[in-house]
């Protein structure tokens, strides 16, 4: 087999990008569904209720002050773009939740914002290791286009299931869908099959 000097053939596909998806590079759209507001960590608080056995509430400072986690890997929007080889620091919704003690019959999250977005998750997307609340971007306070002073941090899922301005996780036996789940979009969002809206 011969080639014309210069090609190459097409570019193998980056096994990390997962089906319809593109990697936008070193961009990161900002994409929203209300005004972006300028909270103030003085009075930043975020709290688990509903199916517990202990509600729980954080202040800014105490959250901050709880052992800390890493997230390393890549996030997908349901708008097609993916960014690849990124970090994220906050805490996992693990440690968060064992300080709630969710009830046996807890099988659901509505997650909640404090602009009164919601989103909701089955509890199995969110615990073991899946999900974090996070306030550092690449090292660097999470600017709050993109959801400062704290977002949820839900990787495996499309990222409109990253809750921006995340002020905290209700409990449910049911599921209870968010903003976007009630205007046509997928209940669960994963990026590898591709469900994106209802239906997929």
Aim: proline fraction near 8%; glycine fraction near 12%.
């Amino acid at each position: 087999m011969t080639f014309t000097r210069g090609f190459r053939g097409r570019r193998a596909r980056d096994p990390r990008l997962p089906p319809g998806q593109y990697d936008v590079g070193a961009d990161w759209p900002v994409l929203t569904a209300e005004a972006t507001p300028t909270l103030s960590t003085a009075t930043w608080s975020f709290n688990i209720e509903g199916l517990v056995e202990q509600p729980v509430k954080w202040t800014w400072d105490e959250i901050r002050a709880l052992p800390g986690s890493d997230y390393a890997g890549d996030i997908h929007c349901v708008t097609t773009w993916s960014k690849l080889g990124v970090s994220f620091h906050g805490v996992s919704v693990d440690t968060l939740l064992a300080a709630a003690r969710p009830m046996p019959s807890a099988g659901y999250v509505l997650a909640t914002s404090h602009t009164g977005y919601t989103t909701n998750l089955p509890l199995a997307d969110v615990t073991g290791g899946k999900a974090w609340v996070v306030w550092d971007f690449e090292g660097q306070p999470l600017g709050r286009e993109h959801g400062g002073p704290a977002r949820l941090l839900v990787p495996h899922l499309y990222f409109w299931k990253s809750a921006k301005w995340v002020s905290g996780l209700r409990l449910l036996d049911h599921d209870e869908p968010g903003f976007w789940e009630r205007n046509g979009y997928h209940d669960r969002g994963d990026p590898w099959l591709e469900q994106r809206y209802q239906g997929d």
